[in-house]
């Protein structure tokens, strides 16, 4: 069963994977999830690297009930926290249409 | 300095032992491997793969006086006299005009004319080349330089390292291997996602791994069911979009260990097996951190590791392989021995440690073969690291010390041209910490950590200055 969010407030799902990202990296991190701001980059500075964004990304899936398309993520997806929300955010947003497409 | 390994290395894979070879560090070849092939999603982004591009300098400590080492960089003066200094013969070197960072010594050299030239030059005069592993680009590079291989096809290459491969393997010969299923097919990956969910009703763990993951990439460990049932979800689907159902994982119980290993053995032309090597791998969370010599074994178990690598290596030649080949292992909590986690047909990060180990690792020394991290504001050359590490350095009478064995992947994720205020990048040095106890090693390893972090906080200082 595929679960998804159709009728999900887009900024709101913005906010809402910040939140998932700041506390999933905080977490496998050992950070303070205060630390982490929406520019903070992923990579260079939080410490995230190829055996972790697996993880992460399976926890976004759980947390917000969504599924990625892994083969069109790009370096550019995983700037920041933010680009990576919107990334999420647009995801979201395209398996809503075609949800109610279907 | 031409120490015996490279000999021996060169007589397996010519037949000869003073053959010309031009070495290309082509590290993580397994990306190329795993182009094209249905296994976990592969996302290597960040600074990573910029710094393992530049491991390509560890192949001047395997190449000899007459051998040749491809190179993406010219390597720090101060850093060739240094190993000079310590007794090294140092080899020609072929450099690209303009690399990418991004790409591979063989595909930098793919776009290089004057290195194309110099090759094909080379090749004409009996020269082969000794890649770290063989994939089509390599096969390219060599075809369109006018140059051979010293290895098997790259599709035998490719296939032997496969994790499938190395499962059904050990299966076939009958040596110990944790519980698990290979899954070629989404058959087979239904099957022992099933399976999989009856080890973790029992409160075991289990993990997936992508046939052609390296360095703990393309591994995932799986506690419960909702996880399980997404990974399969993931894998289904991306086979889905491919329009086929063929599928490149393994899935095994994850077990208890109480150390990794890597033991290495070459396989001559000949089909003959020469067993080089084990070491105790230290790893975490799968990522390879470096090797600690002696590995702390019993006779028993090199003798086993032994039997096994006649096994093995007679068994890869039957199929076509000759070269290096690296074996990771796993000893259980009980000191009983997993032989065979997986096959790495191709060179590994021990087997540019031969030469110094033959040289400078005595009977009577340790040595930890490590990787320290930096944080740099700056690039650091060569002499700035050589004057704070001054009586850390390996001295050949004392016997002790550090010894670097690769530079340029400290600098080599520095971004190009001005240094804008605050611009920080990663870099990592390799080295090999010699002593002659264990306690030693590791109060010199963590002297060079303290003094290296001093240095590297000296550069982001400036940077802010």
């Known amino acids: 069963m595929q679960h998804t969010t159709p009728d999900a407030d887009t900024a709101d799902l913005y906010g809402r994977a910040v939140a998932t990202i700041t506390g999933s990296l905080a977490k496998s991190m050992k950070v303070d999830p205060d630390t982490i701001r929406e520019d903070s980059r992923l990579f260079d500075e939080l410490g995230l690297d190829s055996t972790t964004v697996l993880e992460l990304l399976m926890t976004i899936e759980e947390e917000l009930e969504m599924e990625f398309d892994t083969d069109i993520l790009e370096q550019h997806h995983f700037k920041t926290v933010g680009t990576l929300a919107t990334f999420v955010q647009e995801q979201a947003a395209e398996q809503a249409d075609q949800q109610a497409g279907a | ?465």
């Open chain 2, 1 to 465: 300095m031409t120490g015996h390994f490279t000999g021996r290395l060169k007589a397996a894979l010519t037949g000869t032992c003073d053959a010309e070879l031009v070495f290309l560090g082509n590290f993580e070849v397994e990306d190329q491997w795993a182009r094209g092939e249905p296994g976990l999603p592969r996302l290597t982004f960040g600074s990573g793969s910029v710094i393992v591009n530049r491991m390509d300098e560890f192949a001047l400590l395997l190449a000899g006086k007459g051998d040749h080492v491809v190179l993406k960089g010219e390597p720090d003066p101060d850093y060739l006299g240094h190993l000079e200094e310590l007794g090294f013969d140092l080899p020609g070197m072929l450099v690209v005009e303009r690399q990418d960072p991004g790409s591979t010594v063989t595909q930098d050299a793919l776009e290089d004319r004057p290195v194309l030239r110099e090759l094909g030059r080379l090749g004409a005069r009996g020269g082969v080349v000794c890649a770290h592993g063989v994939s089509e680009l390599e096969e390219r590079l060599a075809d369109r330089a006018g140059i051979p291989l010293a290895a098997p096809p790259a599709a035998i290459c490719k296939a032997v390292n496969s994790k499938i491969y190395s499962r059904r393997l050990a299966g076939e010969l009958g040596i110990r291997q944790t519980r698990g299923w290979t899954c070629a097919s989404l058959a087979e990956l239904d099957a022992a996602v099933e399976a999989a969910r009856a080890l973790l009703a029992d409160g075991r763990r289990v993990v997936f791994k992508d046939a052609f993951g390296v360095s703990g990439k393309g591994i995932e460990v799986v506690a419960d069911e909702r996880r399980l049932d997404r990974l399969h979800r993931m894998v289904r689907s991306r086979a889905r979009k491919a329009g086929d159902d063929r599928v490149g994982l393994v899935v095994e119980e994850w077990v208890a260990k109480r150390a990794d290993l890597n033991y290495q053995f070459t396989v001559g032309r000949d089909g003959r097996v020469h067993v080089d090597f084990v070491k105790e791998a230290l790893t975490e969370g799968g990522v390879h951190l470096g090797h600690r010599i002696p590995a702390r074994l019993t006779e028993r178990q090199t003798a086993e590791l032994t039997e096994v690598s006649g096994l093995l290596g007679g068994r890869l030649a039957d199929d076509g392989y000759f070269g290096v080949v690296g074996v990771d292992a796993m000893v259980d909590p009980d000191g009983g021995l997993y032989p065979i986690v997986e096959i790495n047909a191709r060179h590994n990060m021990s087997t540019y440690q031969a030469s110094i180990q033959e040289a400078f690792i005595g009977s009577g020394s340790t040595a930890l073969v490590r990787r320290y991290p930096l944080r740099l504001g700056a690039p650091l050359p060569f002499g700035s690291l050589r004057r704070a590490l001054a009586d850390l350095l390996f001295d050949p009478a004392r016997g002790s010390g550090l010894l670097i064995n690769n530079h340029a992947t400290v600098n080599a994720a520095a971004p190009p041209g001005e240094r804008a205020p605050g611009t920080e990048f990663a870099g990592r040095l390799h080295g090999v910490v010699v002593a002659d106890s264990a306690d030693r090693t590791a109060a010199l390893d963590d002297e060079v950590g303290r003094r290296l972090a001093a240095l590297a906080q000296g550069t982001r200082g400036e940077e802010r200055g």
